[in-house]
T-cell receptor, first 111, second 115 residues
């Protein structure tokens, strides 16, 4: 079946640190991959996406590369800010099926 | 467009009462999703509609839950009777199509507390 596994949180970092949030997936077929972000008290919003192997999605300084060989889509940012504190969700979609969600990773950035 | 609009933002009710959550999707979107989010179970898809027709309600936890979409601009999620374990944040989301690149747009959620 299709599934998404994210690293458990919370992840606590100091401002300007390098961020990696791991995401691996299992899927039949060729999925598209997404990262959504949920700021406190808000709904989820799309952060970035990639549709095929070796594609790199990027937005707001965040990047993730679709790695088919390792079935991964790790989220990275070179220098985090306090305003990046949020919950990050990795998700996949195969064909026209609905999104399959990871459990979410809470990120806490300390000044 | 104002985005997906949910109401109320917060709801506190007593066990046994009926609760109705409301959602207005983005105009023109043909898919609507209801999700529940809790610390224990994370984000769960309850039901989704395509062109106002329920497509998959396998995530609806039990018969106490029901959802309707009488027209393209309005949907409700009803819990009757409510129980304390229904306490959660309920999100509505909409999208245009459901292709590989389709982005789902979420409302701000309704935080439900059943006491």
């Amino acid at each position: 079946g299709n599934s998404v596994t994210q690293m458990e949180g919370p992840v606590t970092l100091s401002e300007e640190a390098f961020l990696t949030i791991n995401c691996t997936y299992t899927a039949t077929g060729y999925p598209s991959l997404f990262w959504y972000v949920q700021y406190p008290g808000e709904g989820l919003q799309l952060l970035l996406k990639a549709t095929k192997a070796d594609d790199k999605g990027s937005n707001k300084g965040f990047e993730a590369t679709y790695r088919k060989e390792t079935t991964s889509f790790h989220l990275e940012k070179g220098s985090v800010q306090v305003s990046d504190s949020a919950v990050y969700f990795c998700a996949l979609r195969v064909s026209n099926y609905q999104l399959i969600w990871g459990a979410g990773t809470k990120l806490i950035i300390k000044p | 467009d104002a985005g997906v609009i949910q109401s109320p933002r917060h709801e506190v009710t007593e066990m046994g009462q009926e609760v109705t959550l409301r959602c207005k999707p983005i105009s023109g979107h043909d898919y609507l999703f209801w999700y529940r989010q809790t610390m224990m179970r994370g984000l769960e898809l309850l039901i989704y509609f395509n062109n106002n027709v329920p497509i998959d309600d396998s995530g609806m936890p039990e018969d106490r839950f029901s959802a309707k979409m009488p027209n393209a601009s309005f949907s409700t999620l009803k819990i009757q009777p409510s129980e304390p374990r229904d306490s959660a944040v309920y999100f509505c989301a909409s999208s245009l199509g459901q292709g590989a690149l389709t982005e789902a747009f979420f409302g701000q959620g309704t935080r439900l507390t059943v006491v």
